[in-house]
Each structure stands twice: as C-alpha cells, then as structure tokens.
C-alpha cells in the first residue's frame, strides 16, 4: 500500500548489524527507503550491508562509535553530504548488563546511559536541526517493555528506557511544531543476541515465554512492520507515543528473575 511506501526515503538506523536493528533497517529497505546502517564495527555492517543488498535494498553503511560524542556528529554530517538529508531516525543501538544492585557500579551505570540515551539524545539533536530547516521527518527510538515497569538486576537499563520513553514525549512535544513526529518501539522478549542471557539457559527460556500471553517469544522481523509503520504516512497523526509491542508480557508480568 502506498500509506506504508517509503520510496525516496533516507532512513538512518543504530544498532542496525544485528538483532532488532537490522531487523528493522531490513524492513525499512524493504519498503522503498534507502538505508544508512550504523554501528561501531565496519566488518559487522558490511555483513549486514550485503544482506540487505541481496534482498534488493538500497543501503549504505557509516562507522562510528555511538559513545563517542563527537563521532555521532561526524557520522551525521557525513550521511548529509553523501544524501542530501534524513528523513527518518531510528535510534535502537542499546546495551543491556546485568547486576545485583549492591553489586553494580557507576561505570556500568555510565556505559549503560552513554550508550542507550546519550547516543539517541544527541543524534535527535543533529538530525532535528537540517529537519526543521526542511519542515519535515521522523525520529524513532526503541525503549523496552521495561520502559513502564520495574525489572530486578538490570537498574541501569531499565533507567535506561524509561529515559528513552521520556525522551520521546518531549520531542515530541516540541518537535511536533516542526513537522516532525517522534514515536517510539517498546519491544518484549525477542530472539537476539541480547537475550542470550535468558535463552541459552532453557527453564529460564521457558518461564518466560510461559509469561508472554502469547505463548511464545518474538522473532526480529515481527518488529520491522511497526517500524515501517511509524516511519511511513500510515502513522502521520501519531506523535509522541511509545508502542508496546511485547506478545502482551507487560500485562501480565509478574515472575521474578531470581526464581530463573
């Protein structure tokens, strides 16, 4: 349908080698848009790249380290003079470590927020500026399920997305004016690298996925469609919303991780 095209369209995406990114950026490049994958490894993106080349899309790839400040601004200005502008940014790079509160330290707390806010605040920033000259985009960032709940052993990530969800409402408030939506992707328990913690044990595996109303955990590509929907015009008067989309876990969680 022509709603969900996104023919012409110049899609940034983080975190975009593996798991839900690239996922995601798959999806994105599926539905007419040209993608800029982005990660801190170049071998990993390149990968990727061909993947999605393989499969007919249209992709580029640019490096750089998403704690680095400086290099987020570098990595945005060098997309822009390669294609002329953004039209859609998909912040969803994001690292996730866990820890007995007691046990947890200010390093990981720092790497956690440097990393999963920090990055998408200050590549909202750089991409909002040349959007608002042209009155027009997108931005989308992927908090968690975790995003209106509390978790045990991972308070650095959950204060992570909770940010992530603030963050999106505020931009969204102010950025509205502008001609540009920002939504966000709460995703549950999907397959990917991140759950292996979860998954490479198989009762803790199947305690979750008892949990998930469902019956079953996500697959990456379940994610992309939700993706092309906030990027696209099917969703031009959503702004400022975070989408759960978890198989229904976050009605009904109510199991503890120390019983896994």
Not at 102 to 131: G, K
Not at 202 to 218: A, F, L, N, Q, Y
Not at 225 to 253: C, H, K, P, R, T
């Amino acid at each position: 349908m022509k709603l969900f095209s996104l023919e012409g369209q110049i899609a940034l995406v983080t975190g975009a080698s593996r798991g839900l990114g690239f996922a995601m950026a798959n999806a994105l490049a599926a539905a007419g848009a040209t993608v800029i994958l982005c990660a801190r490894s170049r071998a990993s993106l390149e990968t990727a790249a061909e993947s999605i080349r393989q499969a007919g899309g249209d992709v580029d790839i640019e490096p750089f380290d998403l704690t680095d400040q400086g290099a987020i601004r570098n990595g945005v200005r060098n997309v822009l003079a390669r294609h002329g502008r953004i039209d859609v940014l998909l912040n969803n790079a994001g690292i996730c470590e866990w820890s007995d509160f007691l046990q947890s330290n200010l390093d990981m707390w720092q790497r956690t927020m440097d990393t999963n806010v920090t990055a998408a605040y200050v590549l909202a920033q750089e991409v909002a500026r040349p959007m608002i000259e042209r009155g027009h985009g997108r931005i989308i960032n992927v908090g968690s399920y975790v995003s209106v709940l509390g978790r045990e052993k991972l308070q650095a990530y959950v204060a992570s997305k909770h940010a992530i969800a603030g963050l999106t409402k505020s931009l969204g408030a102010e950025l509205g004016r502008h001609g540009i939506r920002c939504n966000g992707i709460c995703p549950g328990y999907f397959l990917t690298e991140m759950a292996e913690p979860v998954t490479s044990n198989p009762r803790m595996k199947e305690i979750v996925r008892s949990h998930i109303s469902v019956g079953r955990w996500g697959n990456p590509e379940e994610l992309g469609g939700v993706a092309v929907f906030l990027a696209s015009e099917a969703s031009s008067y959503m702004n400022g919303q975070m989408l759960m989309v978890d198989g229904g876990v976050s009605e009904i969680l109510s199991f503890s991780m120390s019983v896994v």
